[in-house]
C-alpha cells in the first residue's frame, strides 16, 4: 500500500539561543492510504507542532517529508500552496472560521481557490452540513454559533475538496460525547471507503477504538503504543 505521508527525522527547535526550545527531536512516521493515525500525549509535548509540520503549515528545523510521494520542500511557494490545497484538509485546534462569511460561504471558499465548479461545490456543501446537521445553520455568521457548531463547521470545511489526508487537532474538543464520536466515525469511515490517510490529536481516550493505529509523543520523542 502507498506511503500517503512520509516523515523522516523530523526536529523542531522554537526560538534560539538560551531560550529555544526543541519540541520535536528526530520523529519518523508513515502513514499509508486507509490509515486513522491518533496523537496522543501531555499538553505542550508538540502535537500541534507535529501536525502543523505534516500539514506544511510550519518548516521543520530539520528533517524530510513526502506527501503522495513528492518531497514537499523542494517545491516552490506556488507548488506548496497547491499540494497543501488539492491535498490536505485540516482541522485546526481552535476552529479558525472567518468572522465575515456565512457557513456556507467558509465552505465554498476553498473551492473557489482550487477551481471546483460552482454547482458541484454548492452539492458537495450542502451534502456535508447536512451530514453534520448544520443545514439549518447554512446562512448564520461564525459569532453566532456554538463553540461546537463552529467545530462542525470548520470539520465540513477541511472535507470540502476531498483531501487524501485529513489532519485534525482535536476535533471533538467542544462536542458532546455523542456527537464527537459520529464525527470521529465518519472520519474512520471516510479513511476506510476512500483509502485516505487521516492524523488526529485528541485527548479523549474514548475515540481511541475507532483509530487504526496509536503514537504517542512526549519530550520530543514519537513513539508508536500498541493497541488495546
Ligand atoms: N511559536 C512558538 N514559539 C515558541 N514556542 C512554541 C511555539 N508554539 C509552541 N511552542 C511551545 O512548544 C511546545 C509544544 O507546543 P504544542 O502546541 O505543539 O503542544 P501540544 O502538544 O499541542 O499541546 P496541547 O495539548 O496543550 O494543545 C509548548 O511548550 C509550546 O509552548
Ligand atoms: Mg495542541
Known amino acids: 500500500m502507498e506511503d500517503l505521508l512520509l516523515l523522516e527525522q523530523i526536529s523542531k527547535v522554537y526560538g534560539d539561543g538560551d531560550t529555544s526550545v526543541k519540541v520535536l527531536d528526530d520523529v519518523s512516521l508513515q502513514v499509508k492510504a486507509g490509515e486513522f493515525v491518533a496523537v496522543v500525549g501531555p499538553s505542550g509535548s508538540g502535537k500541534s507542532t507535529f501536525l502543523s509540520i505534516t500539514g506544511a503549515l510550519l518548516s521543520p528545523t530539520s528533517g524530510r517529508m513526502m506527501?503522495?510521494?513528492?518531497?514537499?520542500?523542494?517545491?516552490?511557494?506556488?507548488?506548496m500552496n497547491q499540494l497543501r490545497l488539492e491535498k490536505i484538509g485540516f482541522i485546526f485546534q481552535s476552529s479558525n472560521l472567518i468572522p465575515y462569511l456565512t457557513v456556507?460561504?467558509?465552505?465554498?471558499?476553498?473551492p473557489e481557490l482550487s477551481g471546483m465548479h460552482h454547482t458541484n461545490a454548492k452539492k458537495r456543501a450542502h451534502n456535508l452540513l447536512d451530514r453534520l446537521g448544520l443545514m439549518h445553520r447554512k446562512n448564520h455568521?461564525?459569532?453566532s454559533l456554538s463553540g461546537g457548531e463552529r467545530q462542525r463547521v470548520a470539520i465540513a470545511r477541511a472535507w470540502m475538496n476531498n483531501p487524501d489526508i485529513i489532519l485534525a487537532d482535536e476535533p471533538t474538543a467542544s462536542l458532546d460525547s455523542e456527537r464527537g464520536r459520529a464525527v470521529v466515525q465518519m472520519l474512520a469511515d471516510e479513511v476506510k471507503l476512500h483509502q485516505k490517510a487521516a492524523i488526529m490529536v485528541t485527548h479523549d481516550k474514548r475515540m481511541l477504538d475507532l483509530c487504526d493505529r496509536i503514537v504517542y509523543i512526549e519530550d520530543?520523542?514519537?513513539?508508536?503504543k500498541k493497541k488495546k
Open 67 to 79: 506527501i503522495g510521494g513528492k518531497e514537499i520542500h523542494k517545491l516552490s511557494p506556488k507548488k
Open 141 to 143: 455568521y461564525p459569532e
Open 104 to 110: 456556507q460561504d467558509q465552505l465554498l471558499l476553498i
Open 220 to 224: 520530543g520523542i514519537l513513539s508508536e
